[in-house]
Nanobody, 112 residues
């Protein structure tokens, strides 16, 4: 139900913007967010945004990543700046927490 886009290959220090379109039933009532999972590691929270626009970030991305939402488009974004190789992972869009709704993921690779 959630569809991500915008992943790809970028050099260290570069930027990418991820997008996630959610159905109205999820977008309008659920906290939305981004998680990521690197090879051999557990899925971890990256950032969340509430219906009212309050945001929360993992310490590892705070100051580099920005989550936002466009209510007219039922879309959330993750602007990722100053990317590091450690940011390499599959990024998943989520609605409603770990027991909620998930996208299929989009690969982000940070490498020179």
């Amino acid at each position: 139900q959630l569809v991500e886009s915008g992943g790809g290959l970028v050099q260290p220090g570069g930027s990418l913007r991820l997008s996630c379109v959610a159905p109205e039933s999820v977008f309008s009532i659920r906290t939305l967010g981004w998680y990521r999972q690197a090879p051999g590691q557990q899925r971890e929270l990256v950032a969340t945004i509430t219906v009212g626009g309050l945001t929360n970030y993992a310490p590892s991305v705070k100051g580099r990543f920005t989550i936002s939402r466009d209510n007219a488009k039922n879309t959330i974004y993750l602007q990722m700046n100053s990317l590091k190789p450690d940011d390499t992972a599959v990024y998943y869009c989520n609605g409603g927490g770990v027991l909620g709704f998930w996208g299929r993921g989009t690969q982000v690779t940070v490498s020179s």
